[in-house]
């Protein structure tokens, strides 16, 4: 398994919670990573995503403010730090690793997680 998501679960809505994300890949410094995430019927959709110089982090509109990608190269882990959670952010998340720039396009990415899931309720 290269990358494997934790962390999700059920949280009332305006509460917080943090996924992790741990890799197994070789020179994992080297990758960008990435968050995406898929409600029911719906597409998979981007959330944030940092460099793998970990500078730059971007972000989904609809999360600014509210959510924060980091990682720890050392540990090879990356983070997603939700708070001020809403019912739409109810869906699974997936972290993505990309021997490159990253940014917001799923296709960019070569590995993918299992994902986790988070439900916010109203």
């Known amino acids: 398994v290269q990358l494997q998501a934790s962390g999700g679960g059920l949280v009332q809505a305006g509460g917080s919670l943090r996924l992790s994300c741990a890799a197994s890949?070789?020179?994992?410094?080297?990758?960008?990573m990435g968050w995406f995430r898929q409600a029911p019927g719906k597409e998979r959709d981007f959330v944030a995503s940092?460099?793998?110089?970990?500078?730059?982090?971007d972000y989904a509109d609809s999360v600014k403010g509210r959510f924060t990608i980091s990682r720890d190269d050392a540990k090879k882990m990356v983070y997603l730090q939700m708070s001020s959670l809403k019912p739409e952010d109810t869906a699974v998340y997936y972290c993505?690793?990309?021997?490159?720039?990253?940014?917001?396009?799923?296709?960019?990415?070569?590995?993918w997680g299992q994902g986790t899931l988070v439900t916010v309720s109203s």
């Open positions: 890949l070789r020179s994992f410094s080297l990758y960008s």
């Open positions: 940092i460099s793998w110089t970990g500078s730059s982090p």
């Open positions: 993505a690793a990309d021997r490159g720039s990253g940014g917001s396009y799923y296709s960019k990415y070569n590995y």
